[in-house]
């Protein structure tokens, strides 16, 4: 059985991943689990909380920001 595949925009690029994957499962991909990161779904902050309930969807613009400290 093939996935299928979706693109979404992710920090201004296309990015393909398995459809039904939500916003928990894209942070795991991106090998920021864990990390101090934010996300935003076409321009409204997802919290945290709400990651493993928040399907990502075809056409969807993705924002992940990442804190960086500094001094």
Do not use: F, Y
């Not at 916003?23 to 321009?43: F, M, P, Q, T, Y």
């Not at 992940?64 to 500094?70: E, M, N, P, T």
Request: charged share 20%.
């Amino acid at each position: 059985m093939s996935n299928i595949e979706i693109t979404i925009v992710l920090n201004g690029l296309p990015h393909q991943l398995d459809a039904h994957k939500n916003v928990e499962e894209l942070i795991a991909d991106l090998s920021l689990s864990g990390k101090a990161v934010a996300v935003a779904i076409n321009r409204e902050i997802v919290a945290r909380s709400q990651w493993s309930q928040r399907k990502l969807q075809a056409a969807d613009c993705v924002d992940v920001v990442r804190a960086i400290g500094g001094g």
